[in-house]
């Protein structure tokens, strides 16, 4: 019973619209008539407050009766899918279109009658004088009651575009949770594959270390025993090749260990010099047979740093051994250290572009160029800086982020000793150790920079 009776509550609210709606447009139509036939000799200020009364009965009607008509038809419209937006525009045209086209026809309407009260066709029938007001307020409703329409029909349209900014908001959100989803999922599975391959990398070094090792002491205590000239040259070579196989097998497992993250770091004041000149000392003979020449410009600043010592000393014997095994033969190798800033940087890459081009300002103020416009913005950090100079013996057709890869190297021939992990575990332990590893490369020349904070 309550049901069927709000039922009929609800039937009674649109039928009490309609008869208010019908009973206006009724009351506007019949002053429109008196308005044509009976109040063509009326004064002026009279027509034009008949033509008032008219239009705002009219307006009241219209407006009702297009409410009722658009929630009829369009009420339960609400977005389905993406096309929604499609939809609405078509039907905006459609009815921009209708309605253009009624107003069209009534104002050509307007626009007789106003012509018949010019030509005087209405003298005749009445056999009296009237004026032109009357043909003024048709065209002046026609105006007002589009303008009313369209109000309400902009109105109207426009709240329907609600619900499609709350449909594509919660399918925006929708969309972006799930991306965030499948981002999260993408990460953790290459996380899982990275630190998969390093477990391999770590238990295939460390399985193959074992039985290496032992081949290495057989090795070495045959050696020692008495060989024929032939047989004593292949050992030699067997040797030789274990000592790089091991030398292999350690620096994959000390790539590893790096990239895990999984690392011990006894952390302590270096100095930097110090540990180039220790170096130089251990790979003294080695320089020497390279017949390079090793050219030292280290810093009269401090160069003291906190870093693991053995993880700065590897780094700093892969540079240099890097050098030996790629510099053209009898070329010279500059090993310089630095103390740095990043306000330093940025006025070097300043300095740099303006050799490039001429800056406008130096015209304007003789050449100075304040200070302070070039260190804006720009943070003080400190650094320590190694870098290692070399002229390369082989074409460079790499890019600095391509040789830094695992078992990538520069000498495409392989002609050299090089296994490609050098510059791997350069990267690895500096990261590790919170620095900053660069290259740079100006025709045949190879710059391997590292620094770390001061």
Known sequence: MAIKWKNKIKGRKIDIKLIVAGGSLAVGMFFLLVAIYGNIEAPTNQTWFLGMIMNIFLANGIWRLSDYILFGLYGDWVPADEGYYGEWKLKWKNMQWTFNI??????????????????????????????????????????????????????????????????????????????????????????????????????????????????????????????????RDYVEVISDKAGRLKEMIESLFSIAKASSGNVELNMETIDLNTLISQLHADMEDKIAESGLTFVEMLSEEDTKLTADNMYLYRICQNLFENALKYSAKGTRVFVKTFAETDADKAKSLEDEKEDVSVNPKEEETGGEEPESQVTDNISTNNWICLEVTNTSGYAMDFDKEDIVERFARGDKARSSEGNGLGLAIVSSYTSALGGIFDIGIDCDQFKAKVKFPG
């Open 102 to 231: 009624i107003f069209a026809i009534l104002l050509i309407l307007a626009r007789w009658y106003f012509s018949l009260l010019q030509n005087g066709a209405f003298i005749g029938y009445w056999n009296t004088n009237y004026n032109y007001s009357t043909g003024y307020v048709m065209v002046f409703t026609v105006f007002l009651q589009y303008g009313i329409c369209q109000w309400r029909l902009i109105k109207f349209m426009h709240g329907k575009l609600t619900p499609l900014m709350d449909y594509m908001k919660t399918v925006n959100e929708e969309q972006l949770k799930k991306a965030v989803e499948l981002e999260k999922e993408s990460i953790a599975k290459m996380t899982k594959s990275e630190q998969l391959k390093v477990e391999l990398i770590s238990n295939v070094s460390h399985d193959l270390k074992t039985p290496l090792t032992s081949m290495v002491g057989y090795i070495e205590l045959l050696k020692k025993e008495e060989l024929e000239d032939t047989a």
